[in-house]
């Protein structure tokens, strides 16, 4: 695994600390956790960027919750 040092303004540096102290949790860890978080949902938005290209141009199709329920035989 690539190394990498990162310097943080002291206020930076002080927002992690209070942060990975209210996590319990050393800032190193810490950050790994959050910026591992963070790119989850760069790649979430992402893919619903892509899903909602293709509902637009047609080539996926949406589906209420009540053609679900019919169609998997929920119905009350």
Known sequence: MPQVSLEFTPELNE???FWSSRDK???DVFLKRIISEHIEDLEDYEEALRIS???K???M???SWEEVRE???LED
């Open 57 to 59: 141009a047609g080539r």
């Open 71 to 73: 169609h998997l035989g």
């Open 53 to 55: 290209s293709e509902i």
């Open 61 to 63: 199709k949406v589906y």
């Open 15 to 17: 927002r992690i600390n």
């Open 25 to 27: 949790e050393k800032p």
